[in-house]
């Protein structure tokens, strides 16, 4: 995928061609951040869905833009969420619950990185909102945003009196950490 925020109104060309002078088919599609309805709501009644696989282009528009998209989880899959900047300084990313509380949130996905990524295991099929902000309250500007789901795992609980414990089994890998856990 090719991601590129124009500086300037223009008429652009995209070449579309073989590192190997193969021929055969290919599917092209292009999609203008700045279109109506293209901004989505920053709440819970957001008319934007991402699914996992799926990676969209956002724009922040305003100091107080706050971009929600819906996510529909599987019960027992591990995700990685990410949202990376184009024309934005630092995004950051919140995961909210179906009511739009705070559940985890991310600056910096690491200490040389501007991109935000959280990491959540779901215990049971819910949708959940990515909520696109920025860290600097002034920045504005576009960013690409995904979802992935990364592995299916067991969530097993275990009582001890008034003390329970959760513990996640299975192998959850993503281009940042890579942990595993085993009975």
Same mark, same amino acid.
Do not use: K
């Given at each position: 995928? /090719? !991601?590129?925020?124009?500086?300037?109104?223009?008429?652009? =060309?995209?070449? @579309? &061609?073989?590192?190997?002078?193969?021929?055969?088919?290919?599917?092209?599609?292009?999609?203008?951040? +700045?279109? #109506?309805?293209?901004? $989505? #709501? &920053?709440?819970?009644?957001?008319?934007?869905?991402?699914? $996992?696989?799926? =990676?969209? /282009? &956002?724009? *922040?528009?305003? $100091?107080?833009?706050?971009?929600?998209?819906?996510?529909?989880?599987?019960?027992?899959?591990?995700?990685? =969420?990410? @949202? =990376? #900047?184009? &024309?934005?300084?630092? $995004? /950051? !990313? *919140?995961? *909210?619950?179906?009511?739009?509380?705070?559940?985890?949130? +991310?600056?910096?996905?690491?200490?040389?990185?501007?991109?935000?990524?959280?990491?959540? /295991?779901?215990?049971?099929?819910?949708? @959940?909102?990515?909520?696109v902000g920025a860290y600097n309250p002034s920045d504005v500007g576009a960013y690409a945003d995904s979802a992935q789901a990364v592995a299916a795992v067991t969530l097993s609980t275990y009582a001890f009196g008034t003390a329970s414990v959760?513990?996640?089994?299975?192998?959850?890998?993503? +281009?940042?950490?890579?942990?595993?856990?085993?009975?």
């Amino acid at each position: 995928r /090719v !991601l590129w925020h124009a500086a300037s109104d223009a008429t652009w =060309f995209l070449d @579309v &061609g073989s590192a190997t002078a193969a021929s055969g088919s290919y599917q092209l599609s292009a999609r203008d951040a +700045n279109a #109506p309805d293209a901004d $989505p #709501p &920053g709440s819970v009644q957001t008319n934007r869905r991402l699914s $996992p696989e799926e =990676f969209q /282009v &956002g724009l *922040r528009q305003s $100091p107080t833009d706050e971009d929600w998209y819906a996510v529909d989880l599987a019960a027992g899959t591990a995700y990685a =969420f990410a @949202v =990376f #900047p184009i &024309g934005m300084n630092d $995004p /950051v !990313l *919140r995961l *909210r619950d179906a009511q739009g509380r705070l559940l985890a949130t +991310n600056d910096d996905a690491a200490a040389d990185s501007l991109a935000a990524e959280i990491h959540y /295991v779901s215990t049971g099929a819910q949708t @959940v909102y990515l909520d696109v902000g920025a860290y600097n309250p002034s920045d504005v500007g576009a960013y690409a945003d995904s979802a992935q789901a990364v592995a299916a795992v067991t969530l097993s609980t275990y009582a001890f009196g008034t003390a329970s414990v959760s513990v996640v089994e299975g192998t959850l890998t993503s +281009n940042a950490t890579a942990a595993s856990s085993s009975s």
